[in-house]
């Protein structure tokens, strides 16, 4: 009887010990989900910023040829006011 009583509380025990293994599994399980909803929205994140970060350079880029474009215009006009100064001068 004894050896009956020690089967029945281990068989309790083991019971027991499924049922708590099926909780813990089914709060990873909710973790899980969760987590991979949060790495979704962090990759959309990481996509939103790459982007920006490619317009930018890109809007930078524009910039850089307007500002060379510009600086090759003043050039070229203060060549042309010199130009026009001294044939100014030559002719007097």
């Known amino acids: ?51 920006s970060v490619l317009n930018e350079s890109h809007r930078l880029q524009e910039l850089n040829k307007e500002k060379e474009l510009t600086k090759s215009v003043v050039d070229d006009l203060i060549r042309n006011i010199e130009a026009l100064v001294e044939s100014g001068n030559q002719s007097q």
């Open 1 to 51: 009887m004894h050896m009956m009583q020690l089967l029945e509380d281990k068989v309790v025990a083991l019971l027991e010990l499924v049922e708590s293994l099926k909780k813990e599994n089914s709060c990873l399980k909710k973790e899980a989900l969760t987590a991979g909803q949060e790495i979704a929205q962090l990759k959309k994140q990481v996509e939103m910023l790459e982007s």
